[in-house]
C-alpha cells in the first residue's frame, strides 16, 4: 500500500514538473512558433493530410511549410487565453517527456512515423478524458483550417469558394 502512495506521489510530482516547466516556456502570450513546435505540426500536418499532400517530397514540405505558417495565423487570431492553453499544450507535446508518455511516440518529431503520429492522434480522438479529446479537437482544427484556408485547397472538396457580388 505504501510503494503505490509513493508511485502515486512521484508521479504527481512529475507532472506537476512537466507541466511547470510547458507553463513557463509559453508564458509570453502570442509569439512566432518555435523550431521544436514548427517540426511537432510539421509530423502531425504529414499525418493528417496524407491523403491530400502530394507524394513529390519538395512539394510535400513546401505544403506542410505553408500550413504550418497558417496555423501561426490562426493562433495569433485567438483569444489570449486560448493562445495560453494551445502553447501549453505545444509546450506539452514539445518536451521528449510529454512526446514519449502522454502522445506515445518515441522518437524526435523529424524522426516519427505518420503511422506513429495517427495512432496517438486517434488514441487522443477516441479517449476517456476530455482533455484528450479536446487537445485531438484543437490539433485537427488548426491543421485543418489552415489546410482549407487556402483557395488553392477548395477544388478537391468542391467548394466554390465565398459568394462574390451580395454585398
Known amino acids: 500500500m505504501i510503494a503505490a502512495r509513493r508511485q502515486f506521489l512521484k508521479t504527481g510530482l512529475?507532472?506537476?514538473?512537466?507541466?511547470?516547466?510547458?507553463?513557463?516556456?509559453?508564458?509570453?502570450?502570442?509569439?512566432?512558433?518555435?523550431?521544436?513546435?514548427?517540426?511537432?505540426?510539421?509530423?502531425?500536418?504529414?499525418?493528417?493530410?496524407?491523403?491530400?499532400?502530394?507524394?513529390d517530397l519538395a512539394a510535400r514540405r513546401r505544403l506542410i511549410a505553408v500550413t504550418i505558417d497558417g496555423i501561426a495565423v490562426e493562433i495569433a487570431g485567438l483569444s489570449l487565453a486560448s493562445q495560453k492553453e494551445i502553447g501549453e499544450l505545444f509546450g506539452l507535446l514539445v518536451l521528449a517527456p510529454g512526446r514519449r508518455f502522454l502522445a506515445g511516440?518515441?522518437?524526435?518529431?523529424?524522426?516519427?512515423?505518420?503511422?506513429?503520429?495517427?495512432?496517438?492522434?486517434?488514441?487522443?480522438?477516441?479517449?476517456r478524458l476530455s482533455l484528450l479529446q479536446s487537445a485531438y479537437a484543437a490539433l485537427h482544427d488548426l491543421t485543418f483550417g489552415a489546410w482549407y484556408a487556402r483557395p488553392d485547397t477548395w477544388e478537391a472538396i468542391g467548394?466554390?469558394?465565398?459568394?462574390?457580388?451580395?454585398?
Open 14 to 55: 512529475a507532472g506537476s514538473l512537466l507541466l511547470g516547466c510547458a507553463g513557463w516556456l509559453n508564458a509570453a502570450g502570442a509569439r512566432p512558433l518555435s523550431d521544436a513546435e514548427r517540426e511537432m505540426l510539421g509530423a502531425l500536418t504529414n499525418a493528417l493530410l496524407d491523403g491530400a499532400l502530394p507524394t
Open 105 to 127: 511516440v518515441s522518437k524526435p518529431w523529424r524522426e516519427a512515423a505518420a503511422g506513429d503520429v495517427l495512432e496517438f492522434l486517434q488514441a487522443w480522438r477516441s479517449s
Open 159 to 167: 467548394y466554390p469558394g465565398p459568394p462574390r457580388g451580395y454585398f
